[in-house]
């Protein structure tokens, strides 16, 4: 099972700022927060991670909780195209012993003319 | 750089028939995972291979599905007599890194199967 929880959806105002929020409260010391999301049926595009410090590049901004429990996705200038299904992860290890991604429901951001 | 490729894009199967869905790393990657995805649900992970190797397949079922990534070419994920449940999208990733926790995973577009 994933270990963040995120809201089911969120709208946002076309040209405002969309801040995503992530739960991921048992989340372990050297463990990453990776976002993706995916636009209606299309491969997962790779967002942005981070460990602990605030991240920021071309796509988004992450802003990660000093007790590392939560972080905050945000989109500085939300258009039409950014509209989709955005998940936050943190991997999880799997039976055989590696760690790898595992997508909850993620939230569905509509973003609104 | 291409990104990841995955054909074909759409595959169409009737019941009993093989599925073979191939998959090409980003240039440099040669670390790849495969996932399925069911209508309306999130991604999960089915497989992970290194060339040549398989790392871990905990997510794979246990009967009719194997995956491969041979030393040369792309990978591969065989579906045997199919049926109606493996009626999905299958995506596939490749990383660079691997096992490092701060490896990324590359998406290619998918492939629709649907299983008549």
């Known amino acids: 099972d994933a270990k963040t929880t995120q809201p089911t959806s969120m709208d946002c105002a076309e040209g405002r700022a969309a801040n995503l929020p992530c739960n991921h409260s048992?989340?372990?010391?050297?463990?990453?927060v990776y976002w993706y999301r995916q636009i209606h049926s299309q491969g997962p595009q790779y967002i942005i991670h981070?460990?602990?410090n605030n991240e920021t590049n071309e796509m988004a901004s992450l802003i990660i909780t000093e007790d590392r429990k939560s972080s905050t996705l945000i989109l500085p200038h939300a258009t039409l195209r950014d509209t989709a299904v955005y998940y936050c992860?943190?991997?999880?290890?799997?039976?055989?012993?590696?760690?790898?991604?595992?997508f909850g429901k993620g939230t569905k951001l509509s973003v609104i003319p | 750089n291409a990104g990841v490729m995955q054909n074909p894009r759409h595959l169409v199967r009737r019941r009993g028939q093989e599925a073979r869905l191939r998959c090409s790393p980003m240039?440099?990657?040669?670390?790849v995972y495969w996932y399925r995805q069911l209508p309306e649900e999130g991604l999960k992970f089915m497989v992970y291979?290194?060339?040549?190797?398989?790392?871990?397949e905990s997510g794979m079922p246990k009967e009719r599905f194997s995956a491969e990534f041979p030393k040369e070419g792309p990978s591969i994920l065989r579906i045997q007599q199919v049926v109606r449940g493996d009626s999905a999208a299958y995506f596939c990733?490749?990383?660079?890194?691997?096992?490092?926790?701060?490896?990324?995973?590359?998406f290619g577009p998918g492939t629709r199967l649907t299983v008549l």
């Open positions: 990733a490749s990383s660079p890194l691997g096992l490092d926790p701060t490896d990324t995973q590359y």
């Open positions: 291979l290194q060339k040549e190797n398989i790392i871990d």
């Open positions: 240039k440099g990657h040669s670390h």
């Open positions: 048992t989340i372990s010391g050297n463990e990453y």
């Open positions: 992860i943190v991997r999880v290890r799997t039976g055989a012993g590696s760690y790898q991604l595992t």
């Open positions: 981070g460990l602990k």
